[in-house]
């Protein structure tokens, strides 16, 4: 029945869903539009839905996450990282618990991978790892909460579904009846697709670990810290040596920037130079959004001295960026 209706909704909005999980809709700039009047919602289908359960659940993600899992067990949100031993970030994601269990929301093309390094230290734990690809979905919709605690929170909770604010005016929803919300936003909201919602992750300064940027970042460098991601009171995690060092023993040397670029393409893992340094590499992009007037709005990280130092990216140095406010401020923190 929920795929029947999702598939009237695909229809009725001339979408289609690739099999990378693209979701595709006509009218982009539209799309856009819609975004910058805070009317549009999606189905986020580049992202995948994993539920950690079991007697043991708790006392196994607290030693595999930088986030304090135990604070959010019985109700409760945190976005959070899975890193190696060195502290390269191979997963960031919104996780929520409800009595116990964990819904972990991340980028699908690097979800099963994830799914089967974190069960490899499962050992005799009670614990089970699922994705719930064929039975939820997340979806995104851009309306005014009314939240006053710090993001995210949990809005609703129930076994089926959590809605889980994000930004004062942006939820998540993962729900196992997803076309009963898609069919009602029909009526008053616009459908975007997923190249147009990653403009609201950008907007909102939210890293999404993907394939292309896969082990390429501690944690601190894509602002987790601020975005309190990282618990530095709770115990051992891997690469929880590395991420301690960053924060008490010296200065976080890269960080998530918002930018503008003007006059080239740019893409999701593409290099940064700067003018000053030559050929080698002081950052990444982490996302990128192409605009109707040609220009592109990126999530980068990158040295936080490249802005004077003139960054450019190393495939067309000729680009022009531009730095754009983050939601949230990059003083250093503690």
């Not at 116990?100 to 499962?122: P, Q, W, Y």
Request: glycine share 8%; hydrophobic share 45%.
């Amino acid at each position: 029945m929920q795929q029947q209706l999702i598939a009237d909704w695909l229809t009725q909005n001339q979408a289609t869903i690739s099999d990378a999980g693209e979701l595709n809709l006509p009218d982009y700039a539209e799309q856009l539009a819609a975004i910058a009047a805070g009317t549009a919602y999606s189905c986020l289908s580049k992202y995948s839905i994993l539920c950690i359960s079991g007697d043991d659940a708790v006392t196994f993600l607290q030693g595999q996450f930088s986030c304090d899992v135990a604070a959010i067990a019985e109700q409760g949100a945190s976005w959070g990282s899975y890193s190696t031993a060195k502290g390269r970030m191979q997963a960031s994601f919104l996780l929520c618990g409800n009595g116990g269990i964990f819904h972990l929301l991340l980028r699908r093309d690097i979800a099963e991978t994830f799914r089967k390094r974190l069960s490899m230290f499962v050992l005799r734990a009670k614990v089970t790892i699922e994705n719930l690809d064929e039975s939820m979905l997340a979806l995104g919709v851009m309306r005014p909460t009314a939240c006053n605690s710090t993001l995210p929170v949990i809005e609703s909770l129930h076994a089926d579904e959590i809605a889980v604010a994000i930004t004062p005016q942006v939820s998540i929803i993962l729900s196992a009846k997803p076309a009963l919300w898609l069919q009602q936003w029909q009526q008053t909201l616009h459908a975007v697709g997923s190249e147009a919602w990653e403009l609201v992750f950008i907007q909102a300064g939210l890293p999404w670990v993907s394939q292309a940027t896969y082990e390429e970042f501690v944690p601190q460098m894509a602002n987790l810290d601020l975005l309190g991601g990282i618990s530095f009171k709770k115990g051992c995690y891997p690469g929880q040596e590395i991420v301690a060092r960053t924060q008490y023993l010296g200065k976080v040397k890269r960080r998530l920037y918002r930018a503008a670029v003007y006059g080239g393409s740019v893409a999701a893992g593409d290099a940064l130079q700067a003018a000053s340094t030559g050929e080698q590499t002081i950052g990444k992009v982490v996302a990128a959004v192409a605009k109707p007037d040609g220009s592109h709005e990126c999530l980068l990280v990158m040295q936080t001295s490249a802005w004077e130092d003139g960054v450019q990216l190393a495939a067309n140095p000729a680009a022009r960026l531009e730095q754009l406010p983050l939601p949230y401020t990059l003083a250093e923190s503690i």
